[in-house]
C-alpha cells in the first residue's frame, strides 16, 4: 500500500461547493481507499491505497467526485514520500517570518519556470521557489493586517489548475502521515519551518 495525500481544489470557499467531510471520506472508502482521514474543510486527504498509477488514481477519484457531488474538483495528488520530501526541502528556511507561507500544488509541471523570485506588481507577494509540480510563495503582510493575495500570481503563472495550502497545514498533514512515508531527519532540525 502506498500512502497518499490528495489536495482537492476549490471546496467550501466562500459558501460555494459545498462537501461534508465524512461524505469526501465516503467516496474515497468506496474507491476501496484505506485508512482515510480528512484534515480541515479545505479538502486534503490521507488515504492509503495498492494503486501505483498515480496519474490513473488521480483521475478515478475526480470522477468518483463529479459522480457523486455534482461538480468537477480538481485533484492534485502526492505520496506521502513526496510530501515528506518538500518539508526536507524547506524552501522557506531563508525567507525569514516576514509574511505567510505558501504551497501550490499544480497539476502538472510548469513549461516555463519563472525568473525567481518572482514578485507581484505592487509587490504585496512574490514566488520564491519552483521545485517539479510545487511552487512555494509569500504573501507579505499589509498594513490592514492581511497579507498579498498570492492566488492572482500563482495563477497567472500555472493556469488554474492548482491548489493552495498555508505551510504550516502542509507541517501538520505531514505529521499525520505514516513513519513509512517520512523520510528520516537523522537528528537535523534545520529542515523545519520557521
Excluded at 92 to 97: L, M, T
Excluded at 131 to 149: A, H, K, T, W
Aim: hydrophobic residues 45%.
Amino acid at each position: 500500500m502506498i500512502q497518499y495525500v490528495a489536495f482537492l481544489r476549490g471546496i467550501n470557499v466562500g459558501g460555494k461547493h459545498l462537501v461534508k467531510m465524512d461524505a469526501l471520506r465516503g467516496v474515497f472508502a468506496s474507491l476501496g481507499c484505506k485508512n482515510v482521514q480528512t484534515f480541515i474543510q479545505s479538502g486534503n486527504v490521507i488515504f492509503d491505497s495498492a494503486a501505483k498509477d498515480a496519474a490513473a488514481l488521480t483521475r478515478k477519484i475526480e470522477k468518483a467526485l463529479l459522480t457523486n457531488f455534482g461538480f468537477p474538483i480538481p485533484v492534485m495528488l502526492r505520496t506521502g514520500a513526496e510530501l515528506a520530501a518538500m518539508l526536507q526541502l524547506n524552501p522557506f528556511q531563508s525567507a525569514g517570518d516576514d509574511g505567510v507561507k505558501y504551497v501550490t500544488f499544480l497539476a502538472t509541471e510548469l513549461k516555463h519556470a519563472p525568473a525567481l523570485p518572482l514578485c507581484s506588481p505592487t509587490n504585496d507577494c512574490a514566488i520564491i521557489h519552483v521545485n517539479g509540480r510545487e511552487m512555494f510563495s509569500v504573501g507579505y503582510r499589509l498594513s490592514n493586517g492581511r497579507s498579498g493575495n498570492v492566488m492572482m500570481l500563482i495563477e497567472k503563472e500555472a493556469g488554474k489548475t492548482v491548489t493552495t495550502r498555508n505551510w504550516n497545514t502542509i507541517v501538520k498533514i505531514a505529521g499525520m502521515l505514516s513513519a513509512d512515508s517520512q523520510i528520516s531527519q537523522k537528528g537535523n532540525n534545520r529542515t523545519q519551518p520557521v
